[in-house]
């Protein structure tokens, strides 16, 4: 199994961005714990973070026939971008939206996600530990399917 890590923008800023929303991991540091648990299950595993929603898009499209589920946090572009959601649509890859901090508790605007139609399951409020979850979650459907 290979699964795509994908993180939008400001997550390559944790550890220094609201430690109080985000906690003190870094993003290194993240990475590096979700490859050991992935390493531990035997999956395969690849991240990508950008703060540009273009290049976002094109890994997605550069997933089809690559991955065969994809992680992914879009931060911010999660209230804004229909072109992610469309992206997640064309290739048909599953996918888990994650998010660090406790979105429903948080403000208004932050209530509405577009990339949400296009994922099997939504997981927020964990910290990074939500990323393993949405690994299991993958691990658990795809399972399933054989």
């Not at 290979?2 to 993240?30: C, D, F, H, Q, S």
């Not at 490859?35 to 929603?53: A, P, V």
């Amino acid at each position: 199994m290979k699964i795509l890590v994908l993180n939008g923008p400001n997550i390559n800023m944790l550890g220094i961005r609201e430690p109080e929303l985000y906690g003190t991991e870094t993003y290194a540091t993240m990475v590096e714990k979700i490859r050991t648990y992935c390493e531990g299950k035997k999956i395969e595993c690849d991240f990508f973070q950008s703060n540009h929603e273009g290049a976002l898009v094109d890994k997605i499209q550069e997933a089809y026939g690559v991955f065969d589920a994809i992680v992914m946090n879009p931060a911010a572009y999660t209230h804004t971008s229909v072109a992610l959601l469309d992206a997640l649509k064309a290739v048909s890859i599953p996918c888990v939206e994650v998010h660090i901090s406790d979105v429903p508790s948080r403000e208004a605007f932050r209530q509405v996600s577009y990339v949400r139609a296009a994922c099997f399951k939504t997981i927020t409020g964990l910290g990074t530990d939500g990323y393993l979850r949405a690994v299991d979650a993958i691990e658990e459907l795809l399972g399933k399917k054989k």
